[in-house]
């Protein structure tokens, strides 16, 4: 079993920016991806970036492209979201996840996830 701790949501103005961080418990492994998703109220849950713990490779939904930065810190076993130029459309529930396996932008494929963070983007 992983567990997933989240911190860094809060209440920010358009423009402004946010530091979301995700802390695995125990040892995580270079086949894993780690991911960050969102769902806003009325919408389905939806891909933002993703993360291959060990290559590094990342992806990123295209609407969050230049704008927000995925991280890994292998030595904390945490993962960041550096989110930056946020609007009101950005205002969402965020939610860490990991995928034993490749990256994939389905959120149904990963297997374990942490408790989702609020993020509200005020304008």
């Known amino acids: 079993q992983v567990q997933l701790a989240e911190s860094g949501g809060g209440l920010v103005q358009a423009g402004g920016s946010l530091r979301r961080s995700c802390a695995a418990s125990g040892r995580t492994y270079s086949g894993y991806t780690m991911g960050w998703f969102r769902q806003a109220p009325g919408k389905e849950r939806e891909f933002v970036a993703g993360i291959r713990w060990g290559a590094g490779s990342t992806y990123y939904a295209d609407s969050v492209k230049d704008r927000f930065t995925i991280s890994r810190d292998n030595a904390a076993n945490t993962v960041y979201l550096q989110m930056n130029s946020l609007n009101p459309e950005d205002t969402a529930v965020y939610y860490c996840?990991?995928?034993?396996?490749?990256?994939?932008?389905?959120?149904?494929?990963?297997?374990?996830w942490g408790q989702g963070t609020q993020v509200t983007v005020s304008s």
């Open positions: 996840a990991v995928r034993i396996g490749s990256f994939t932008t389905g959120w149904r494929m990963y297997n374990y």
